[in-house]
């Protein structure tokens, strides 16, 4: 069990690009999960998919953030014209299908920042 | 929405216990968990209890959860210094609200030799 990994571990980006992170879920997890992180605060649910649908959107995740999980397996999460607001850290946690579904195992993160 | 509270700071020497606070709002929290993050890290889960529980031990770790109060708190006996982190409580409402955990601002303990 190698635990969840995402991609690239930071990100320093000028405001206005584009940015995609990526996160490997723990293998045969099923439900895969998007934070965000602002400094000082507790993370704060983005979106939910369980295998390749997306079934929760927080109203944070604005029209310029896109996730898809196309293969029900790894995720992206892309930013587009990045603004300084968007700093923050982005985590990605996953959670089995069947035993303990309630238990979402976190990844390290991707640190995002906007300059 | 669902509202999770944490007090800010906590010192404690090593070898004391710690006790971690947090209240929450909504009643029909499912799971209530502990989640350890120390600095540039992600989330450590350190343990969870179910809402129809009042107490959990899982070594040095207590929970204990009053549902009538909404008051959730976590124990850790003989602090070590690696103890040292910040502590995140969070709820999960269920399947019907997405699987999301709702998180409090977290807790930063420092443990003093």
């Known amino acids: 069990d190698t635990g969840v990994s995402q991609n690239p571990r930071h990100k320093i980006t000028k405001r206005g690009q584009n940015v995609t992170f990526r996160c490997d879920p723990i293998s045969e997890h099923n439900r895969l999960y998007w934070y965000r992180q602002t400094l000082g605060q507790g993370p704060e649910f983005l979106t939910y998919f369980q295998n390749e649908a997306q079934l929760e959107k927080s109203r944070l995740l604005s029209d310029r953030f896109s996730a898809e999980r196309p293969k029900g397996s790894f995720s992206t999460l892309e930013i587009q014209r990045t603004e300084q607001g968007d700093s923050a850290m982005y985590l990605c946690a996953s959670s089995p299908r069947t035993g303990k579904p309630y238990e979402q195992y976190f990844g390290p993160g991707t640190r995002l920042t906007v300059t | 929405g669902e509202d999770v509270e944490q007090s800010l700071f906590l010192s404690v020497r090593e070898g004391d216990s710690s006790v971690i606070n947090c209240t929450y709002t909504?009643?029909?929290?499912?799971?209530l968990y502990w989640y350890k993050q120390e600095p540039g890290a992600g989330l450590q889960l350190l343990t969870y209890i179910f809402s129809n529980m009042d107490m959990k031990q899982d070594q040095r770790l207590t929970v204990l959860l009053n549902k009538k109060d909404k008051h959730l708190s976590l124990r850790i006996a003989d602090t070590q210094t690696g103890d040292s982190a910040i502590y995140f409580c969070?709820?999960?409402?269920?399947?019907?609200?997405?699987?999301?955990?709702?998180f409090g601002g977290g807790t930063r303990v420092l443990v003093k030799p």
């Open positions: 969070a709820d999960h409402l269920g399947e019907a609200a997405g699987n999301k955990l709702t």
């Open positions: 909504d009643s029909s929290s499912t799971y």
